[in-house]
């Protein structure tokens, strides 16, 4: 069986200022080693910040959207050109607030993960179903749509990126999706991505959606469960470790 280093990733969303940053890397920074890789999504001005705070540490840095185009009249965008100079070694791609705010499309997001790649960032790429489409039993054929574009627009590198489910009634609101609730859809996902990819036992795919400290390791215990992508509970610096320390 493959064993899968979990991996716990920050996702800062439009939240941070140098006070409070300042803040956040000293505690992520005093903390020490995570029995999980830890890596911090930031808001772009704070790239260069989280470069220089975490740079001798063993916490990654990367950004929570990336451009589909390689450089050109795009105002307001950033290339993945421009936060491989930033030494970011993520990028999430897709996460439901873009999908729903931005409207952007399955085959947007997969070209976003494409344009990552390319440039040596890794692409968390988030999939997740509504309230009302799980209501509608549509949980399955939502996720499965979303990650067949990334699949097929990446071809052979689908193996390269990360996976992060992440149920769109669950971002933000407290409601977590149970440990069963979650495994069950991640399997799904693996299963997918078995169809495509040999590597798909070395994927990692995380769960997202009101990970705290308390509910971290019952989900983190699940087989197919690789780590988190965590909202709020990043910004608190004891917060975000004691999820790291959760990982088996
Ligand atoms: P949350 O957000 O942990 O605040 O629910 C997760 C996310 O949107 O990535």
Not at 136 to 155: D, F, P, W
Request: charged share 20%; glycine share 10%; proline share 4%.
């Amino acid at each position: 069986m493959t064993t899968r280093r979990k991996l716990v990733v920050g996702n800062w969303k439009m939240h941070g200022s140098h006070k409070a940053n300042a803040e956040l890397f000293e505690g992520l920074l005093d903390a020490g080693p995570s029995n999980a890789d830890m890596a911090v999504c930031v808001p772009f001005p704070f790239l260069s910040e989280a470069a220089v705070a975490l740079a001798a540490s063993a916490i990654r840095w990367g950004a929570q959207d990336c451009s589909a185009h390689e450089q050109g009249a795009y105002t307001g965008e950033v290339s993945a050109a421009m936060l491989h100079e930033f030494g970011c070694r993520y990028v999430i791609v897709g996460h439901s607030e873009r999908r729903a705010y931005h409207a952007e499309s399955d085959q947007l997001v997969a070209d976003k993960a494409k344009a990552a790649l390319g440039k040596g960032i890794t692409p968390i790429v988030c999939v997740g179903e509504t309230l009302a489409q799980r209501e509608a039993n549509e949980t399955e054929a939502v996720v499965k749509r979303q990650l067949s574009a990334v699949i097929h627009t990446l071809g052979h590198c689908v193996g390269e990126m990360v996976v992060a489910y992440e149920p769109v009634w669950a971002i933000g609101t407290g409601k977590t999706a149970s440990p069963e609730q979650a495994q069950a859809v991640h399997a799904l996902l693996r299963a997918q991505l078995q169809a495509a990819t040999p590597q798909a036992g070395a994927m990692k795919i995380l769960y997202g959606g009101s990970v705290k400290p308390d509910n971290a390791a019952t989900l983190f215990a699940q087989p197919d469960i690789d780590g988190g992508l965590i909202g709020g509970a990043s910004l608190k610096a004891a917060d975000f470790i004691a999820i790291g320390r959760a990982a088996p």
